[in-house]
């Protein structure tokens, strides 16, 4: 499976932006998708995932600022990001793993990865 993520940008603190990941080659109904971001000079964090039913997970650096959603009709997952800051200054990339032997959590690994996107936020 492939994977593109976009919508990333340059915005201002405080400020919202949404980004989104296609899934390409495979039908997204099976997989979960998680959302992790790489800072200049850091280790990947993983911020968030949704699983194949819908649930959703948060790392706490940004739990109750972003949200994730899925569409799968669009094959398409979006992570709403609200009240961003500098730390939040980052590639934020998508993975995918199908994952249908718990629909209710999220894989500890995944196996596609999409190329990122970037996150400034700056003033």
């Known amino acids: 499976v492939q994977l593109q993520a976009s919508g990333g940008g340059l915005v201002q603190p405080g400020d919202s932006l949404r980004v989104s990941c296609v899934i390409y080659?495979?039908?997204?109904?099976?997989?979960?998708i998680g959302w992790f971001r790489q800072a200049p000079g850091k280790e990947r964090e993983w911020v968030s995932c949704?699983?194949?039913?819908?649930?959703?997970y948060y790392g706490d650096s940004i739990k109750g600022r972003f949200t994730i959603s899925r569409d799968n009709a669009q094959h398409t997952v979006h992570l709403q990001m609200n009240s961003l800051n500098p730390e939040d200054t980052a590639v934020y990339l998508c993975?995918?793993?199908?994952?249908?032997?718990?629909?209710?959590?999220?894989?500890?690994?995944?196996?596609?990865w999409g190329q990122g996107t970037q996150v400034t936020v700056s003033s």
């Open positions: 993975a995918a793993e199908r994952y249908i032997r718990d629909r209710r959590r999220c894989p500890r690994s995944y196996d596609s």
């Open positions: 080659g495979r039908t997204l109904d099976d997989y979960a």
């Open positions: 949704i699983s194949v039913d819908g649930s959703t």
